[in-house]
């Protein structure tokens, strides 16, 4: 079981990990500078680069939407992941073997190499297929993807290829690149018959499918040749990388799409995938072989937000019978959202796929346009069955529909439509549906058990195709934004330096020492920040860059200077409060922009990043050297300007002949100020 990691191997990872290289498989970078660089924001969309890197200082923000983080923070909102998980793939890129508190136990070292090996294994073979479906026996492949309106890009796009004939052509290749026939029978690719392995995938078309975080985890097949005596569709079995009722077909295409617009859209197939996103729909994903369940639901949900803020789910299905019974079997899932949930039929029966075939790209779109509720559709399915035109239709319409209605756990969603059913009826007397709802609400409190089997049974089926494990017949194929929250607030996914004990697992009840500590945190006014145009801001925003970002150059007499210079910014103020009680100490540290940010209110975080990573006006590192000094001395020379302001004024307004010594001290003080101010200017 899964413990809490431990703080030291928390910043040892972070301090291990080179961010530049994380972010450079996201991001083109180029230099901004020294130590800096910058590219398009990952986060949202722009034409001119404001996301700045500073590997040495182990952190990233972008001028334009304001995100910013570590390296940890970084991967969790690129994948979609939780800190733990950012923790562990990190660890286990640089093989570094992690502990946890509480005697809790994670990913062993030899389970890490393992895993990477199955990943580098299943990355060399769709790379073998890709190359495959280019040569004189990938024909047939390239034919049938012609033939549903892709190109050789629209392939190369989604990664599909050929597995070629024959019972050994692949398992040759990666043994020939160094892997064993043990390893070999773990990735899923391979049976194993009485002479030994053998490929599983002979003369089929090949889709990589691929995790959240873009990783090749399991292949779908679709076969080509007649005298194939297997299944339509065939998926990668069930191994330790491929779990059927976690992953998403084209989830790693879609993934920043669905958080920024706030919708997910569920095709059938890999094909309907396919054509979506050339259709411009770069929402949509696809079960592989099993229905849309409890597992895809934590998917989505990270991806949505699924807070009560919005979002859309948008379920589609052919028109055909098949097609209308996989949607009312979505309804029971819907209510584990907080999303809308649609479903989008279309008429005629065309997947998506033949839809873009036949009338183009609008016709997809206008597909899921066309999207209704899927309480509305459940209802109006259920009614079509029976001749509203006469009364034994409408009461046998009523008697059907109304257990449906009463399953809508929502009440205020229920009581809707409980009178939108009235109007569907044609029922002058609302009341008589709404009685008929509530004996069916009755009816299913009065049977706890058949309606939990009901709804198991519900679940099961939202029918996705995806070829099956088992070998049996398929006639479908497999088928701020996004809510991020500041790293303070983030519990487990905060990673701050105090905050090991947040790392897994539910949290405990709030006692009322913490609840009356919250009411203190919401009572608390709110810092703005400042206008960085601000003239009179200017100059302690540009000190607060160079201790953010040079700490080092800084003396033990700088430090104390800095810490006695008066802020008048308030955000300024408190950045500058937050540097002390970060403390020297914490220079050193890797750790030193954490500590900082740990150590300042919750909205002013991400200014402090900004700070930390705005370009210094200096190319070369004497004049970077220069340039910081100038600023320290020009700040220290301001605050003696203002203390000789002060102890002027305090002077002219003391009779010296009834307070000599006072007058004398302050005389005493307004020469030990213009000194230091001589002393400064003689620095610079």
């Given amino acids: 079981m899964a413990g809490l990691i431990k703080r030291e ?24 500078g020294i130590g800096s660089y910058k590219g398009l924001c990952p986060f949202h969309d722009e034409r001119s680069p404001s996301f ?12 334009g939407c304001q995100e910013s983080g570590d390296v940890i923070s970084f991967i969790q909102k690129m994948d979609h992941i939780s800190f733990s998980e950012a923790v562990e793939k990190l660890a286990g890129r640089i093989g570094y073997e992690l502990s946890y508190e509480d005697g809790g136990t994670g990913p062993r070292r030899e389970d890490i190499g393992r895993r990477q090996r199955l990943l580098d294994a299943h990355k060399i073979a769709g790379e073998y297929f890709r190359e495959q479906l280019l040569t004189p026996a990938g024909a047939t492949g390239r034919q049938f993807l012609s033939e549903r309106g892709f190109d050789r890009e629209a392939a190369e796009r989604f990664g599909v290829g050929f597995a070629p004939q024959g019972w050994e052509a692949l398992l040759k290749h990666l043994t020939g690149k160094g ?7 773990l990735t899923g690719m391979f049976s194993e ?10 003369g089929r078309l090949m889709w990589p499918i691929r995790d959240i975080a873009g990783d090749t985890v399991g292949f779908g097949a679709r076969k080509l040749f007649e005298d194939d005596q297997g299944p339509k569709y065939l998926n990668t079995p069930e191994t330790t990388l491929y779990k059927k009722s976690q992953v998403l077909y084209g989830i790693d295409l879609a993934k920043r799409s669905i958080a920024s617009k706030r919708q997910l859209v569920v095709v059938e197939g890999y094909t309907d995938v ?15 072989g099993t229905a849309f369940g409890a597992e895809h639901i934590k998917v989505a949900r990270r991806l949505l937000s699924d807070d009560g803020t919005g979002g859309e789910v948008v379920f589609t299905f052919d028109g055909d019978a098949a097609g209308q019974k996989a949607a009312l079997k979505a309804f029971d899932e819907d209510q584990r959202f907080t999303a809308q949930t649609f479903v989008s039929v279309e008429p005629s029966g065309a997947d998506p796929c033949e839809l873009r075939q036949r009338k183009g790209d609008e016709a997809v779109h206008a597909l899921i346009r066309s999207r209704r509720p899927l309480f509305e559709f459940a209802i109006r399915s259920t009614l079509a069955k029976f001749d509203l035109s006469t009364v034994e239709g409408r009461v046998s319409g009523l008697r059907a529909s109304a257990p449906v209605v009463a399953a809508i756990r929502d009440g205020s969603t229920r009581m809707g439509y409980s009178q939108e059913l009235a109007g569907w009826l044609g029922m002058a007397d609302p009341d008589e549906v709404l009685r008929a709802v509530r004996t069916a609400e009755r009816r299913l409190r009065s049977q706890p058990e058949a309606n939990g089997q009901q709804h198991g049974q519900a679940r099961s089926g939202v029918g996705h195709q995806g070829g099956n494990q088992g070998g049996t017949q398929s006639g479908h194929q497999p088928g701020r ?9 983030a519990g487990n996914d905060a990673g701050r330096p105090q905050g090991a004990a947040a790392h897994a697992g539910p949290r405990a009840e709030s006692t009322p020492d913490q609840v009356g500590a919250a009411q203190q945190e919401e009572a608390r006014p709110t810092i703005a920040r400042p206008d960085p145009r601000d003239p009179k801001a200017r100059m302690e925003r540009e000190a607060l860059e160079v201790v953010l970002q040079h700490p080092g150059f800084l003396t033990a007499g700088n430090w104390q200077h800095f810490g006695a210079t008066e802020f008048v910014v308030p955000a300024y103020r408190a950045i500058q409060q937050g540097l002390a009680l970060a403390g020297e100490s914490a220079v050193a540290s890797s750790q030193w922009l954490e500590a900082v940010r740990a150590n300042v209110p919750p909205e002013l975080e991400s200014l402090v990043a900004e700070l930390a990573l705005s370009p210094l006006p200096a190319t070369r590192e004497d004049t970077v050297t220069r340039y910081c000094r100038d600023i320290l001395n020009r700040l220290f020379e301001l ?7 002060e102890r002027l004024g305090a002077l002219q307004r003391m009779d010296p002949a009834v307070d000599p010594e006072s007058y004398q001290l302050l005389q005493r003080e307004l020469m030990e100020l213009e000194t230091a101010r001589r002393q400064l200017r003689g620095d610079g």
């Fill in 193 to 202: 018959g009485n002479r030994g392995i053998y490929d599983r995938f002979r």
């Fill in 481 to 489: 934004p996004a809510g991020q929250q500041s790293g303070r607030h």
């Fill in 179 to 185: 892997f064993t026939q043990d390893e070999l029978k």
């Fill in 52 to 63: 700045h890197v500073r590997p040495q200082m182990g952190y990233f923000h972008c001028f």
């Fill in 639 to 645: 605050q003696i300007t203002r203390l000789k302001e």
């Fill in 9 to 32: 191997d928390i910043d040892e990872v972070r301090t291990r990990t080179d961010l530049k290289e994380i972010v450079d498989a996201y991001v083109t970078l180029k230099s901004a």
């Fill in 274 to 288: 396919m054509a979506c996103h050339l259709a411009g729909v770069d929402t949509a994903v696809a079960t592989c």
